[in-house]
């Protein structure tokens, strides 16, 4: 069974940083590209940032370039984003899901997500 557990989440001031980690379990991340996708209030959800765990090649949704890293650990099962430089406009739940990245089309499952908030 797949399954996905967020976690880093928090409130965290404008210009602030955070570091979020999502460990995969139920298959390895070995052959499957992860991505990280975020639902601000009365949003759809969207893509953020994907990494292919294969090759180590990684997109990013334009708002976040230069801001965010998204980084995996195939040993630990786990994928991480460290997001800098954050915004009012980055507060959202955040989850991750085995996703398709030159697509930005996730598959499968969802975690419960992870809660970042940016404000003063």
């Known amino acids: 069974q797949v399954q996905f557990v967020e976690s880093g989440g928090g409130l965290v001031q404008p210009g602030g940083s955070l570091r979020l980690s999502c460990t995969a379990s139920?298959?390895?991340?070995?052959?499957?590209?992860i991505g990280w996708f975020r639902r601000a209030p009365g949003k759809e959800r969207k893509g953020v940032s994907c990494i292919k765990s294969s090759d180590g090649t990684t997109y990013y949704a334009d708002s976040v370039k230069g801001r965010f890293t998204i980084s995996s650990d195939n040993d630990k099962n786990s994928v991480y984003l460290q997001m800098n430089s954050l915004k009012p406009e980055d507060t959202a739940i955040y989850y991750c899901?085995?996703?398709?990245?030159?697509?930005?089309?996730?598959?499968?499952?969802w975690g419960q997500g992870t809660q970042v908030t940016v404000s003063s």
């Open positions: 139920g298959f390895s991340l070995d052959y499957y590209g």
């Open positions: 899901a085995i996703t398709r990245c030159n697509s930005w089309t996730p598959f499968g499952s």
